[in-house]
Each structure stands twice: as structure tokens, then as C-alpha cells.
Antibody
Framework: QEQLEESGPGLVRTSETLSLTCTVS????????WSWIRQAPGKGLEWIGY???????SYNPSLKGRVTIFLGTSMNQFSLKLSSVTAADTAVYYC????????????WGQGTLVTVSS | DIQMTQSPSSLSASVGDRVTITCRAS??????LNWYQQKLGKAPNLLIH???SLQSGVPSRFSGSGSGTDFTLTITSLQPEDFATYYC?????????FGGGTEVEIK
């Protein structure tokens, strides 16, 4: 089965851009929805968005146009950018593969904590 | 957005107990409902998809039911490794949304 791993800075300054990459190993991701989900400390899960069909995207409107999901530099990577971050964006960020059709998310990466601070 | 409401938000149970967690959608989502288990400090793990389909490798003591707006996750005989937080998630419409979680604690 596919394994996912997030990477990127653990600290981002207020108003700057958060950038994370998800590296997938152990299988093909071409038929999946490449997803990002986050969890603020002590809170529930929030879907950020996904890319599918190698170019189409869907984002959570709650993020007000600050998010971009795109293919990484290699075929088994996809990335997240979240601009103009504030302390409210401090969270554990997970990448996950969404099934086509009924989008259940499986598997997930282990998650990476990103803290936004001035 | 479709709001997902779980109840209870937490419960205490003993090993061997039957546990039921409810998830209610703010509008009908057919059977586009998935359940996850999250242990402390770990990523969520898919248990049930499409309301009642057990994910491969998940013990048969977990089961899901429901359609429309009301769904249930049942653990028939709670095991020590089942103490965790459980989330439902709808995949009927965008944006995808999760319930607030149900924490299952040891009594």
C-alpha cells in the first residue's frame, strides 16, 4: 500500500506563505485525489482541498483563496501552499489519498506540525 | 456546507462494552459517510467507508449503518486498543466536512 510523508518548515512567520510537500511511495497515485487536511491543536479535522485528474483542484472556501495544491517536482509528490498565514493556521497538516468517487481518505501521512508565529 | 454533528462528544466505557456513536448530517448525504479512528498523536485511520463498508484490515467488531442524515458507528466489544477519538466525514458534497469527534475513554 502507498505510504505518505509530509515535509516542510515547522515554523512560518505571520503573513508569509506556508509550503509543504507530500511524498508518496509504494504505489501509483495517478487515480487518487491528492488531499490536504489539517487539525489545529486540540481541535477536529478540516479538509483543505485536493487535486485530481492531474490538474483539477477543489479547495475549502473557508480558506478564502489562500490555498494552492499542485504537483511536485517528481511524479510521486504533491504540494500545498497557504498564503498570508496567521496564528489560526497553526495546525498539524496531513496529506492523504482520496478515493475516486466517494472520497474517503486512505492512507494518510503521519502529519507535520506547522506553527505560525511572528 | 454540510454540517456533521457527532454525539456524544465523549464517553467512558469499559473493555467488553458495546459502544455506539452517532453522526447526523445537516442534509441528506445518501450513504456518502466515512468513519475514522484517531489515536493520540497519530494520523486518522479509515475504519468504515460508504456508511457500512468495513475497510480492509479493520476488525469485524466495528460496524457502520445509516443513510440519509443519520448514521451510527458501533463497536460490539470494546478492546483496549479502541480507546481513541472517532470522526465521521461526509463525501456527498464540497467542501468535505468532518464531525467534531467522539472521544472514547476508559471507565
Amino acid at each position: 500500500q502507498e505510504q505518505l510523508e509530509e515535509s516542510g518548515p515547522g515554523l512560518v512567520r505571520t503573513s508569509e506563505t506556508l509550503s509543504l510537500t507530500c511524498t508518496v511511495s509504494g504505489g501509483s497515485i495517478s487515480s487518487y485525489y491528492w488531499s490536504w487536511i489539517r487539525q489545529a491543536p486540540g481541535k477536529g479535522l478540516e479538509w483543505i482541498g485536493y487535486m485530481y485528474h492531474r490538474g483539477s483542484t477543489s479547495y475549502n472556501p473557508s480558506l478564502k483563496g489562500r490555498v494552492t495544491i499542485f504537483l511536485g517536482t517528481s511524479m510521486n509528490q504533491f504540494s500545498l501552499k497557504l498564503s498570508s498565514v496567521t496564528a489560526a493556521d497553526t495546525a498539524v497538516y496531513y496529506c492523504a489519498l482520496g478515493s475516486s468517487g466517494n472520497n474517503w481518505f486512505d492512507p494518510w501521512g503521519q502529519g507535520t506540525l506547522v506553527t505560525v508565529s511572528s | 456546507d454540510i454540517q456533521m454533528t457527532q454525539s456524544p462528544s465523549s464517553l467512558s466505557a469499559s473493555v467488553g462494552d458495546r459502544v455506539t456513536i452517532t453522526c447526523r448530517a445537516s442534509e441528506s448525504i445518501s450513504t456518502y459517510l466515512n468513519w475514522y479512528q484517531q489515536k493520540l498523536g497519530k494520523a486518522p485511520n479509515l475504519l468504515i467507508h460508504t456508511a457500512s463498508s468495513l475497510q480492509s484490515g479493520v476488525p469485524s467488531r466495528f460496524s457502520g449503518s445509516g443513510s440519509g442524515t443519520d448514521f451510527t458507528l458501533t463497536i460490539t466489544s470494546l478492546q483496549p486498543e479502541d480507546f481513541a477519538t472517532y470522526y465521521c466525514q461526509q463525501s456527498y458534497s464540497l467542501p468535505r466536512t468532518f464531525g467534531g469527534g467522539t472521544e472514547v475513554e476508559i471507565k
